[in-house]
């Protein structure tokens, strides 16, 4: 049935377009019928012939981008990706997702680029010095990414993505105790989540704080696998 379905929905399509029908919404409501049944592949391939015909609308060039990045089809969604940058350079979506697919595809330098691009064109979107932050971090320029991090953190300082960024930059490059305090409130809230946790007790172990460190773990690991755990991430961080 999955196969069969493309030629299906394509001669759909093209059907209501004879019909006087506008094609795009009704191309949008075939992908939208194929992602239902769970035809991704059609779905692809409805929002990429959708793409080709409006490459100025960065409408349609972020769905087929979305599509192939949820299918992680990372250069492609970076390709797609540049085109929407190219029919809005403002958009947000558009340069976040470019610096994300990237990142995804392990392209560390390209994704510092665009999201440099990125905060040069939306100077007040946290999103974008959050990325660079660990494009760099990528790279082991910690000092660098927790800049960028902090900077997003001063547009918006419930940037939950740059905090736990930050925390985890400064863990890894030896300043456990300072990132514990970028991260405790945030990670001791009831609504933190797991990797902010996690984050947390992975600072408090690099801080020389055992206690605390297995304290976190344990409602996931239990009493002694979480002092195990303390026990092994201290020693890789210390490099033993």
Known sequence: MRFTLIPILFAGSLAACAGG????????????????????????????????????????QLRHAEMLAGNARWRE???????????DGHSAPARLGLGRALLRGGNAVAAETAFRQAVAALPREAGAQSGLGVALDMQGRQPEAQSAYRAA??????????????????TLSGHGAEAVRVLEQVARAPQAT??????????????????????????????????????????ALSGS
Do not use: C, F, K
């Open 194 to 235: 797991m990797r902010q946790r996690h984050n947390l007790a992975l600072a408090y172990a690099a801080a020389g704080d055992a206690t605390h460190a297995a304290e976190l773990l344990a409602p996931e690991l239990g009493g002694e696998a979480s002092q195990e755990a303390v026990v092994a991430w201290r020693a």
């Open 21 to 60: 029908v506008d094609d795009n919404d009704q191309r949008l409501r075939l992908a939208s019928a194929a992602l239902a049944t769970g035809n991704n592949s059609a779905a692809t391939a409805i929002t990429g012939s959708l793409a080709h015909d409006n490459p100025g609308d960065v409408q349609s």
């Open 153 to 170: 953190l001063a547009i918006n300082p419930n940037h939950a993505g740059a905090r736990t960024n930050l925390a985890l930059s400064l």
């Open 77 to 87: 969604a970076a390709e797609a990706y540049t085109r929407a940058v190219q029919a």
